[in-house]
């Protein structure tokens, strides 16, 4: 792929993501970027760019930078949502770019092919229409890997700040790099000069993450982890649940179509260890970090955690893809079967028993529209929202996701009390049990479906 070809793709795929954009312009956020976009950033709008540290109630550990972002182009240019999802705009470009870099760096002439791959993956697809700091993760990641496998030393300094800046996960993948950077062959033998120049490429976003840290303790006293609210979720389990752990990990891996790219990478590894020894142990570390910090806890197998990983697993494939591609169909064959489980990917919808990461899949986008409908009747039968129970992500003020102050918002759900249930499938707290009640002793108001999701309004008797 030359350059001319490659600027003509960018083109291309910065306008389709432009279009995204517009047409996805007033959802309101969605999921974890309810916090991280929504409260944090209104927090900052509202006490002042520079007010210092989040409160405990919403400081989850990470660097408040995402949140100080958003503030910011608020004051700059009004509190909207178009605002919020233009602001990502920039990165979902950088990310295009950099994709199709690596692509030819890696693919040669067909480049264009893990660039399309990533773009329709559903672990960033999903997200792609979202105000979510894992989009800037995304570009620190490629900036960064991309920076070391063509000694752009910019890319490297940029990259490796966003990774600090953005979140922990971001700093954990810095780290990450760092060693892959460790690993490559360069002209300086002795470990020490490797070690010097690592420091002086990676030295400003390592540097910016310890002082962070060190901040973060000396001001709140924790790390935003076991002490925070969301203590839950950092729980260790058992044996026999870190087992089960394990097994969840490995889903999540192959979830959303990934399974066929993993079965490709699985049939060519004696091919990938030959030519590109080093992405396949770029691969293995970032695999070993996500064991080691995900599986011994309980609440943090979410999909949006394993988008690097699955950077890595589509680049060693579409790699293998090409390889057969001179060789006439077959090579054709894989890249559409390949596309395909994209698609897949992006349309699977488990039963309403199986939790999914919604953030995670196209086949969330159609619940913005359904929502806002089925508040449109509420409305209308004069319900007043917080009399209504519900679960992530609807419970609580619905402000923090439209930025609508007077909207108001809905309940945690309590069967027991509540005499009004909205439940849709993109829900994950409602256990078996609860749907099995749900149906039993309520009757059913309102009920919307779109492509698989359905949202529906109880009303106990």
């Given at each position: 792929?030359?350059?001319k070809?490659?600027?003509?793709?960018?083109?291309?795929?910065?306008f389709?993501?432009?279009?995204?954009?517009?047409?996805?312009?007033?959802?309101?956020?969605?999921?974890?970027?309810?916090?991280?976009?929504?409260?944090?950033?209104?927090?900052?709008?509202?006490?002042?760019?520079?007010?210092?540290?989040?409160?405990?109630?919403?400081?989850s550990?990470?660097?408040?930078?995402?949140?100080?972002?958003?503030?910011?182009?608020?004051?700059?240019?009004?509190?909207?949502?178009?605002?919020?999802?233009?602001?990502?705009l920039?990165?979902?470009?950088?990310?295009?770019y950099?994709?199709?870099?690596?692509?030819?760096?890696?693919?040669?002439?067909?480049?264009?092919?893990?660039?399309?791959?990533?773009?329709?993956?559903?672990?960033?697809?999903?997200?792609?229409?979202l105000?979510?700091?894992?989009?800037?993760?995304?570009?620190?990641?490629l900036?960064?890997?991309?920076?070391?496998?063509?000694?752009?030393?910019?890319?490297?300094?940029v990259?490796?700040?966003?990774?600090?800046?953005?979140?922990?996960?971001?700093?954990?993948?810095?780290?990450?790099l760092?060693?892959?950077?460790?690993?490559?062959?360069?002209?300086?033998?002795?470990?020490?000069?490797?070690?010097?120049?690592?420091?002086?490429?990676?030295?400003?976003?390592?540097?910016?993450?310890?002082?962070?840290?060190?901040?973060?303790?000396?001001?709140?006293?924790?790390?935003?982890?076991?002490?925070?609210?969301?203590?839950?979720?950092?729980?260790?389990?058992?044996?026999?649940?870190w087992?089960r752990?394990?097994?969840?990990?490995?889903?999540?891996?192959?979830?959303?179509?990934?399974v066929?790219?993993?079965?490709?990478?699985?049939?060519?590894?004696?091919s990938?260890?030959?030519?590109?020894?080093?992405?396949?142990?770029?691969?293995?570390?970032?695999?070993l970090?996500?064991v080691?910090?995900?599986?011994?806890?309980?609440?943090?197998?979410?999909?949006?955690?394993?988008?690097?990983?699955?950077?890595?697993?589509?680049?060693?494939?579409?790699?293998?893809?090409?390889?057969q591609w001179?060789?006439?169909?077959?090579?054709?064959?894989?890249?559409?079967?390949?596309?395909?489980?994209?698609?897949?990917?992006?349309?699977?919808?488990?039963?309403d028993?199986?939790?999914?990461?919604?953030?995670?899949?196209?086949?969330?986008?159609?619940i913005?529209?359904?929502?806002?409908?089925?508040?449109?009747?509420?409305?209308?039968?004069?319900?007043?929202?917080?009399?209504?129970?519900?679960?992530?992500?609807?419970?609580s003020?619905?402000?923090?996701?439209t930025?609508?102050e007077?909207?108001?918002?809905?309940?945690?759900?309590?069967l027991?009390?509540?005499?009004?249930?909205?439940?849709?499938?993109?829900?994950?707290?409602?256990?078996?049990?609860?749907?099995l009640?749900l149906?039993?002793?309520?009757?059913?108001?309102?009920?919307?479906?779109?492509?698989?999701?359905?949202?529906?309004?109880?009303?106990?008797?």
């Amino acid at each position: 792929m030359d350059e001319k070809k490659l600027w003509i793709h960018f083109v291309l795929g910065a306008f389709a993501y432009l279009i995204l954009i517009w047409l996805y312009r007033e959802v309101p956020f969605f999921w974890d970027t309810i916090q991280f976009a929504g409260k944090h950033g209104l927090w900052y709008f509202e006490q002042g760019l520079f007010s210092g540290y989040l409160p405990p109630e919403l400081n989850s550990g990470h660097p408040p930078s995402f949140g100080i972002y958003q503030a910011a182009l608020w004051k700059l240019l009004g509190k909207s949502l178009t605002v919020s999802h233009f602001s990502l705009l920039p990165f979902l470009w950088l990310n295009l770019y950099y994709s199709l870099r690596l692509g030819r760096k890696i693919l040669g002439q067909q480049g264009w092919l893990f660039a399309l791959a990533f773009a329709m993956c559903p672990f960033y697809l999903g997200h792609s229409i979202l105000v979510s700091p894992d989009l800037i993760l995304v570009t620190g990641f490629l900036m960064t890997l991309y920076g070391c496998l063509s000694h752009q030393k910019m890319s490297i300094i940029v990259g490796s700040l966003l990774l600090a800046l953005i979140s922990i996960r971001g700093q954990m993948m810095l780290g990450v790099l760092i060693l892959f950077y460790l690993s490559l062959t360069t002209e300086q033998t002795d470990l020490g000069q490797k070690v010097k120049s690592a420091m002086r490429l990676f030295g400003f976003g390592l540097g910016l993450a310890i002082i962070f840290h060190f901040l973060q303790h000396a001001t709140t006293d924790w790390e935003g982890l076991e002490a925070s609210p969301w203590a839950a979720s950092f729980e260790y389990v058992s044996w026999r649940g870190w087992i089960r752990q394990l097994g969840i990990f490995g889903w999540r891996v192959l979830d959303y179509g990934m399974v066929v790219p993993g079965g490709i990478i699985l049939l060519g590894l004696k091919s990938i260890w030959k030519a590109h020894p080093k992405l396949l142990l770029l691969s293995m570390l970032i695999t070993l970090v996500l064991v080691i910090v995900l599986t011994p806890r309980v609440g943090l197998m979410n999909h949006r955690y394993f988008l690097p990983l699955q950077i890595i697993v589509l680049l060693m494939a579409t790699w293998l893809i090409t390889r057969q591609w001179k060789n006439g169909l077959k090579g054709k064959v894989l890249a559409a079967l390949l596309l395909l489980s994209m698609v897949f990917g992006n349309r699977l919808i488990y039963p309403d028993t199986v939790a999914q990461g919604w953030d995670s899949t196209a086949a969330h986008w159609p619940i913005y529209g359904m929502e806002q409908e089925m508040y449109t009747y509420i409305n209308e039968r004069g319900l007043p929202l917080h009399t209504i129970g519900t679960a992530f992500p609807y419970r609580s003020d619905r402000g923090f996701a439209t930025l609508n102050e007077a909207r108001g918002g809905y309940k945690q759900f309590d069967l027991d009390t509540d005499q009004y249930i909205l439940y849709s499938n993109i829900m994950n707290e409602f256990r078996d049990e609860d749907l099995l009640y749900l149906k039993k002793n309520y009757k059913v108001l309102k009920r919307i479906e779109r492509a698989g999701l359905h949202l529906s309004l109880y009303q106990k008797g």
